[in-house]
């Protein structure tokens, strides 16, 4: 499938695809993988900034975003077949939480702390 294919893709199309290239595992152990699997690939992310701030390094066109961008992707990999073992719904999240975002924004209170807000 061409960049034109893959750029066109919706969330759930996306979730569907990364589902068959997910092994097979342990179904005991496999929300556990998914969840250690999500916060290592985060972790991952963090390490390349923290190396940047690290060297004091103000340019930002001397960040890597291509390796930064594989990162994310593994990111949004982990995110689509942990929502799927949880029968959540890419689109859905997505839609749901630009519909919070938007509702704390009409209310001021995007830069608040908590939840629930």
Known sequence: MGAAYWSAMDLDAYQRAALRTAAPRDKRNELLHLV??????????????????????????????ADIAKELGDVLWYVAVLADY????????????????????????????????
Not at 54 to 60: G, K, Q, T, V
Not at 96 to 114: P, V, Y
């Open 36 to 65: 250690l699997g999500l916060v290592g690939e985060s972790g991952e992310i963090a390490e390349k900034f923290k190396k940047w701030v690290r060297d004091l390094d103000s340019d930002e066109s001397r960040i890597d975003r």
């Open 86 to 117: 949880l029968d959540l719904s890419l689109d859905e999240i997505a839609a749901a939480n630009l519909a919070k975002l938007a509702s704390r924004q009409s209310r001021g209170l995007l830069g608040g702390s908590g939840d629930n807000r």
